[in-house]
Each structure stands twice: as C-alpha cells, then as structure tokens.
C-alpha cells in the first residue's frame, strides 16, 4: 500500500492524492485504507521515518565527534550517501511543501531536522552560510533523485555531490566566505 501510495505521490503530490486515490490504484475499497492507516499523514510518516532514522544515526555519530568541522564533515558525507541510498525512494517527496508542514507537526522529526542544520551551520554561521546550506542540500537532493541523472552510476554521483556540497558550505571553498558579513553571534552580542 505505502509504495502505491509513494507512486502516486509522485505524480500529483501529497497534497494532490486521496486516500480514495490509493484505494482505486490498489484494487480495495478506502476502508482497507483506513484499516493500515488513519490518514494520508501517517502514510508519509511511514515513508519517512525510516530516512529520519538513518538521518538521527548519522547525527548521534557526528555529535559524538570532538570538533565542529569533522562533526560537519561527517553529515555531509552521511547526508549525501543517505541520499544516494534513497534516491528512488525519496523521489516523490522532491519539492513538496506538504513534507515541510508535516515534519514541523511532529516534534520528533522537527528536533532531528534541527539538530542536522545546526551540525553543517555550526555555532557561529551568517546569512550567507544558511543560503548556502538551503543551496547544497536542495541542489545534491534534486540531482540524487531527478530522472534525467538515473544514468550516473552511484560512486560517481556521489563524488559529484560531495563536492558541490563542500564548495557550498565549507568555509574557504564557498564564493565570499571572507566577506566580512556578521554572523549570527556577533548580531546578537550588540
């Protein structure tokens, strides 16, 4: 059911399936639905969980390091093979306001999203950092899932994008690091 209901997310979109949807797609009636899941959300939050999982492992493994740049090393090389790992299963989520609004819901989800922003932000960050990290997660996102790059084998995808992630938001490859702008605690230190 959770894999029908994945396909047709990904051709209208959470918000754009029914459970009616899903029902007709499958073959059953909408109560053999409501029977395996009482919302649409829950059957999202099937899907997603196990990516949070894997996402709230790598955290505990990355908080667990001494310094902030191998804490941030370390995400960035999980983050990107997570996505590799689920480049076929995360498809359908791509771009989908929905997720944002149900991940904000669930205050478990929320706190593991934080936690992963604030590993590869780090404690002393400005706006261009946080642009940056909006830009090297939703670009290597879209390119580990996006049909026209299937081609590319994962190694290869993989060396690609952690190097797009680094040169996003590692501190002397990202374009203007050194431009002098405050960051968030000398903001909020005035």
């Keep these: 059911m959770v894999a029908v209901a994945v396909g047709l997310f990904a051709e209208h979109g959470v918000q754009g399936t029914s459970l009616q949807m899903i029902a007709d797609r499958i073959g059953v009636g909408k109560a053999a639905v409501y029977y395996q899941f009482k919302?649409?959300?829950?059957?999202?939050?099937?899907?997603?969980?196990?990516?949070f999982e894997d996402l709230a492992r790598l955290i505990e493994r990355a908080?667990?390091?001494?310094?902030?740049?191998?804490?941030?090393?370390?995400?960035?090389?999980?983050?990107v093979d997570l996505m590799i790992r689920q480049r076929?299963?995360?498809f359908p989520f791509r771009r989908d306001r929905y997720i944002d609004?149900?991940?904000?819901?669930?205050?478990?989800?929320q706190a593991t999203a934080d936690r992963f922003r604030a590993l590869l932000l780090g404690p002393d960050h400005d706006y261009t950092t946080r642009v940056?990290?909006?830009?090297?997660?939703?670009?290597?996102?879209?390119?580990?899932?996006?049909?026209t790059l299937k081609d590319i084998s994962a190694p290869q995808l993989r060396a690609v994008l952690l190097s797009y992630f680094r040169q996003c938001l590692v501190p002397g490859q990202r374009a203007g690091a050194a431009s002098g702008q405050p960051t968030e605690a000398s903001r909020d230190a005035t």
């Design 39 to 51: 919302s649409k959300d829950d059957i999202v939050l099937a899907t997603l969980r196990p990516i």
């Design 63 to 79: 908080e667990a390091l001494p310094h902030s740049a191998s804490r941030q090393d370390m995400t960035i090389e999980g983050v």
């Design 88 to 90: 076929h299963a995360a």
């Design 101 to 109: 609004h149900l991940v904000a819901r669930h205050p478990e989800l």
């Design 132 to 147: 940056s990290l909006a830009v090297a997660v939703t670009g290597s996102y879209y390119c580990a899932t996006v049909s």
